[in-house]
């Protein structure tokens, strides 16, 4: 009987132990044939990547600021709005991303507006009359470009009292006298449309207030615009100096330059 429970309690054991080891390797297998990692994807392209070509047009005419940009105005009217344009002023170009059709098209129109612009030389004739008798004639030319400005000042500055400190000492301050030029000219058919502003001045005389000689200044200014030729000069203002019998007359005189 006791060889017996012992045969039995064995068997039971060995059992046992197939059923831990048949549970292990089916674990072992599970954990194997289990569910494997998906490979790594190839990356897709970005959806809202832009991928239309790029290229950058150098301007060889716009000599100012303003230039470039009313190049870039005038080509963006012209082209798809989806179209990128933009201008680099530290380059003097213009950058743009489009399709390839549009790009010629970008070229054309860049071509058309880029384009070099007339210069002219205005001489300002200021004519000085006593009684109907001229007694002075003073000339200044500048070169202005179509759709440009070009400022001048001719002349010299004078001393002039501002006050005086404790110790007695005056102050002055300096102002300028002379002739002032300020001229733009736009294209106009064969000719231009001239805007400018000529200033006059000078010292007449002196008077003394309060222990100080101060200088009298006589001015004259003259703005407007006018229609200029090539070659033919224009009188553009007229005027008479008060308490005196002098007289200005300023003529401009338009030539282009070679």
Do not use: C
Not at 105 to 128: F, G, H, N, S
Not at 248 to 255: R, S
């Amino acid at each position: 009987m006791e060889t017996h429970r012992r045969r039995t309690g064995s068997s039971k054991m060995r059992v046992l132990a197939t059923a831990a080891l048949f549970s292990l390797t089916f674990v072992t297998l599970q954990a194997q044939d289990g569910p494997k990692a998906d490979p790594p994807k190839a990356d897709t392209p970005n959806p809202h990547h832009d991928t239309r070509p790029t290229q950058t047009f150098y301007l060889a005419h716009a000599a100012q600021a303003n230039d470039g940009n009313e190049i870039l105005t005038g080509v963006r009217i012209m082209v798809d709005p989806l179209d990128k344009l933009y201008l680099d002023p530290s380059l003097n170009a213009i950058i743009a991303r489009a399709s390839a059709d549009d790009l010629e098209l970008i070229a054309r129109l860049i071509k058309e507006l880029d384009r070099p612009r007339k210069a002219w030389r205005l001489t300002y004739t200021v004519i000085e009359l006593d009684n109907g008798k001229r007694v002075g004639v003073q000339h200044t030319s500048l070169v202005v470009l179509e759709g440009g400005r070009t400022t001048v000042k001719n002349g010299s500055k004078i001393p002039l009292a501002t006050g005086s400190s404790k110790g007695g000492d005056t102050q002055f301050t300096y102002i300028d006298v002379g002739l002032n030029i300020d001229a733009s000219l736009d294209a106009l058919g064969n000719g231009a449309r001239l805007r400018s502003k000529i200033e006059q001045s000078s010292a007449v005389e002196t008077k003394t207030i309060a222990e100080v000689t101060e200088p009298v200044i006589r001015q004259s200014v003259t703005e407007g615009s006018a229609v200029l030729v090539p070659g033919k000069a224009v009188t553009i203002g007229s005027m008479d100096i008060p308490g005196s019998t002098r007289h200005l007359d300023i003529e401009v005189l338009m030539d282009p330059v070679p």
